[in-house]
């Protein structure tokens, strides 16, 4: 049984609900769709969530909505009329409209792009429509009941051997619509995916599957045939952004692995994540590179501070005090380095620091900017000498120096600190070393 997942681009148009359709249609395993709503048909062009976010804040400050909510309603006419169904849309959006004018919320406006496109391509499938309002539960403060979750869908989906869910939101047990962050569908798919116990979980969307390195940095950089889901969680903190994170956690507890396809080169068969995977499942020592700019590094020096007990929790109290958080801890015997996001950093610098000095008494605080963090990930790398050699010396070889070093017990992944300047060059020399050979 296969839970498929169809992104915003994958159905922003009459002719991409057609490829969608083929594809349903090419495996009888895919039994249950998760539709996100109409996405962007090309340059210039809005999104269905995005016209529906411009409704609400038009409402909630006494203006007109009525002509972006009439080209939201024709969007959706134009593609029923090019696919030849007949659907009346008038009830839905006039139920829209009055429900904004008394009041409703920001969550339940951008909810009807998926309400309204999954209608749409259930009655395109001929499969029966599930409202996910329904099925998937939220607490009145807006957190996800997971279990609660699984529960309402394995029973409503029990007597239904097809159907269509739409992805990003749900609901409290009251009816009031609650949503994900953007990006939420996936985390929806993934939720009928557990709850039904499917064999496999298809995120289809307008890439094919992961690459081992941003492509604006490395275009020919290779797709990753697979890749764990530790290795993706890694990846994915440290930038890839081809699925949700919050996605992974509900398949991955279930041990259902996730498959990244293209829904524009279906015969490709993109990236699969799975809870375990072999070393001889990659033909190179690392499965993927990834990072992040806008990093800044503030070091602490202090003679003796591994003998002052405490001395570590007291400075990660002055960042906590101010609201920032940090990403890593590179330390020394004489030295703690504490890295966060440079723009949480600024506008408490001064006193995080001085609060520090109040705290541990440092013999010196100093603040590095524009730091650049890079991840390169891989299961294959425990088992493979030299690989930390490896890598630090093609960063070397570039002229580049490294600020700071960072690697877990686990060792799958090693993360560099570079310049910003240096972050382009830094990711092009690691793919070089470990896949151009």
């Known amino acids: 049984m296969i839970v498929a997942k169809f992104g915003g681009s994958s159905l922003a148009d009459a002719a991409q609900f057609v490829k969608v359709k083929d594809i349903v249609r090419a495996n009888n395993e895919r039994k249950y769709i998760v539709p996100s709503a109409p996405g962007k ?28 909510l009439e080209r939201i309603q024709a969007r959706y006419v134009e593609i029923a009329e090019e696919l030849g169904i007949e659907m009346d849309f008038s009830p839905e959006f006039a139920a829209i409209e009055q429900a904004l004018k008394n009041g409703a919320s920001r969550e339940y406006a951008a909810s009807r792009g998926e309400y309204l496109n999954g209608k749409l391509l259930a009655k395109y499938l001929d499969f029966p429509f599930v409202d996910a309002a329904e099925v998937i539960r939220f607490t009145r403060d807006g957190r996800l009941m997971e279990e609660e979750t699984n529960a309402l869908i394995a029973s409503r989906l029990k007597g239904l051997p097809r159907a269509v869910i739409p992805g990003f939101y749900g609901a409290e047990e009251d009816g009031t619509v609650r949503t994900f962050s953007r990006g939420g569908s996936d985390v929806s798919g993934a939720l009928v995916a557990r709850a039904v116990n499917a064999d496999i979980y298809e995120n289809w969307t307008d890439v094919t599957g992961f690459r081992m390195a941003d492509p604006r940095i490395v275009p020919d950089a290779q797709y990753i045939a697979t890749i764990t889901y530790r290795e993706l969680r890694e990846l994915s903190y440290m930038g890839a952004t081809v699925l949700h994170e919050e996605a992974v956690f509900p398949v991955r507890k279930a041990g259902i692995p996730t498959n990244i396809r293209n829904t524009n080169d279906p015969k490709h068969p993109g990236t699969m994540i799975r809870a375990n995977a072999g070393q001889d499942e990659t033909m190179h020592t690392i499965t993927g590179i990834a990072g992040h700019k806008g990093f800044s590094i503030v070091s602490v020096e202090k003679d003796m501070m591994n003998a002052e007990l405490g001395f570590g929790r007291r400075v990660l109290q002055a960042f906590e005090e101010y609201g920032v958080s940090f990403e890593h801890l590179p330390t020394g015997i004489d030295t703690m380095c504490v890295v966060v996001h440079e723009k949480e950093l600024k506008p408490h610098q001064e006193e995080v620091i001085r609060r520090i000095c109040e705290l541990v008494n440092p013999d010196q605080v100093t603040v590095h900017d ?21 890598l630090f010396t093609a960063i070397s070889s570039q002229g580049i120096s490294i600020r700071t070093i960072d690697q877990g017990s686990s060792e799958l992944n090693i993360i560099v600190g570079v310049d910003e300047d240096d972050f382009e060059n830094a990711v092009k020399a690691i793919y070089d070393t470990f896949v151009r050979i």
């Open 41 to 68: 048909r090309g340059a210039g062009d809005d999104k269905i969530t995005d016209l529906l976010y411009a409704c609400f804040d038009a409402a909630n400050n006494g203006k007109s909505f009525r002509h972006v």
């Open 370 to 390: 524009h730091l650049a963090l890079i991840a390169t990930v891989g299961r294959g790398m425990v088992r493979n000498f030299g690989t930390a050699a490896r």
